[in-house]
């Protein structure tokens, strides 16, 4: 736990992020939903030969919808749930992370969110590859 600094950090709030990426897969009975969201980080280059690539880093997300009255069901009845491979932005509390056994230590495998809003941004598009530009 983070040691607060003359009254600048509160230890007693969790951790409020935003994430924003491509929904992976969904676990129904659970009310999850997994994000992998990729970050291009400009400080961490991949060699020194070569300046101008950068470093791309995921940082993996498991969504969590609480079980509120909110969240319950949708206008049409059906219960509350995000599709697969469809853009989102999602706002939340880190509540926990998931761990995996790798030796004799418990690495950090997804973080935990308890998802406070989320934003539906649509498909992701692909161009059929059948038309071309001028027809």
Not at 66 to 74: E, L
Request: some cysteine.
């Amino acid at each position: 736990m983070p040691i607060p600094i003359d009254g600048c950090f509160q230890p007693t709030f969790t951790p409020y992020v935003e994430i924003c990426g491509t929904v992976d897969t969904v676990d129904d009975l659970a009310r999850a939903f997994r994000i992998n969201a990729h970050q291009y980080v400009a400080s961490l280059k991949t060699s020194d030969q070569n300046q101008s690539q950068k470093f791309q880093s995921v940082m993996p997300v498991e969504c969590v919808i609480p079980d509120t009255a909110r969240w319950k069901k949708s206008t049409s009845g059906k219960k509350f749930i995000v599709q697969p491979h469809r853009y989102v932005n999602v706002s939340g509390s880190i509540i926990g992370r998931t761990t995996k056994k790798v030796g004799e230590k418990n690495m950090t495998e997804r973080f935990r969110v308890e998802v406070d809003n989320i934003i539906f941004l649509g498909r992701p598009i692909v161009a059929s590859s059948s038309t071309s530009p001028g027809k």
